[in-house]
């Protein structure tokens, strides 16, 4: 018997035209599995409608985006039977990246048809759903600059990062996991899921989606000449050696800052007050894994 699958697609994720991905579409997924539907979304946060319009309808609710595209239609499935499958778009791809997910579109939509699917853990901040990564402090704040670039890529990433950290100051926080009270100074507080921001950029090289815990990355400041220092750990899976990064896991976590300021979830900056509230919520999100994806 088919499966009924919805394929959402955001037309500007990524800078990426996505004309030819109906064509593909037709092409490589496996109609004898599969009966799909194609919706080009039009409008902000009309994936997320679609999305939860479409549970209990399709069985799969495929994602055609980036990280922030995954993050709405994610969040209107997660905690129901319906599984999402991604089709990588983005600029970072985080999450795709972390789950063996081909970024080749061709290959991540023949990669539907083997119907790998795992349970997930996300995290909640403040009630709101991140499936990847959640964070405050630099990367927010360079989250906050990059949604008002009209460049989108990496490169565009990282430039705004140079442009930022020299007038860049960090934050005073306040934490509280699981019961125990912590006090730091920190350039930026990551809340890792998975591993990496996206690009192969590993904060967390540990961090695991099926172990019920939230890595929470606290960078401390740094002298800016290691600044490049700090991005080939990231990338070598090494960030966690450095004695700038402090690791600590847990499941509920409290962060209190000295007042309102940005927050970014999977990637999409807003400003949130000064007290925050994060937990994992366990095996959260049905998902169709690459087929290389090793499990908890």
Request: hydrophobic share 40%.
């Amino acid at each position: 018997m088919k499966s009924k699958a919805l394929f959402i697609i955001n037309p500007i994720s990524g800078g990426k035209k996505k004309d030819q991905v109906p064509s593909l579409i037709e092409k490589n997924l496996d109609t004898s599995l599969f009966e799909p539907t194609i919706v080009f979304t039009n409008r902000a946060f009309h994936g997320s409608k679609l999305a939860k319009n479409g549970v209990g309808e399709y069985e799969y609710i495929i994602a055609v985006g980036g990280d922030g595209t995954i993050n709405e239609i994610a969040s209107s499935i997660a905690g129901t039977e319906a599984v999402l499958g991604i089709i990588p778009f983005g600029s970072g791809n985080g999450l795709s990246r972390f789950l063996e997910i081909p970024m080749d579109t061709e290959k991540a939509i023949r990669n539907l048809n083997a119907k790998h699917v795992e349970a997930i853990d996300a995290g909640k901040l403040n009630r709101q759903w991140f499936f990847n990564m959640a964070g405050m402090g630099f990367d927010a704040h360079i989250a906050e600059v990059f949604s008002h670039d009209k460049t989108r890529g990496f490169g565009a990433y990282i430039r705004s990062s140079f442009r930022e950290i020299n007038s860049y100051k960090g934050e005073h926080y306040q934490l509280e996991i699981d019961g125990i009270k912590y006090e730091r100074e920190a350039f930026m507080l990551s809340l890792a899921n998975s591993s990496q921001y996206g690009n192969n950029a590993h904060v967390s090289p540990h961090a695991s989606v099926q172990d019920g815990l939230l890595d929470v990355c606290i960078i401390k400041h740094f002298p800016l000449y290691k600044f490049p220092a700090m991005g080939i750990r990231m990338f070598n899976k090494t960030a966690d050696k450095s004695k700038y990064v402090e690791i600590i896991r847990g499941k509920h976590i409290v962060i209190k800052r000295a007042q309102d300021g940005p927050v970014h979830l999977d990637g999409e900056p807003q400003i949130m007050g000064a007290d925050l509230e994060i937990n994992v919520e366990p095996g959260a999100l049905k998902i169709i894994t690459g087929e290389h994806f090793k499990s908890a």
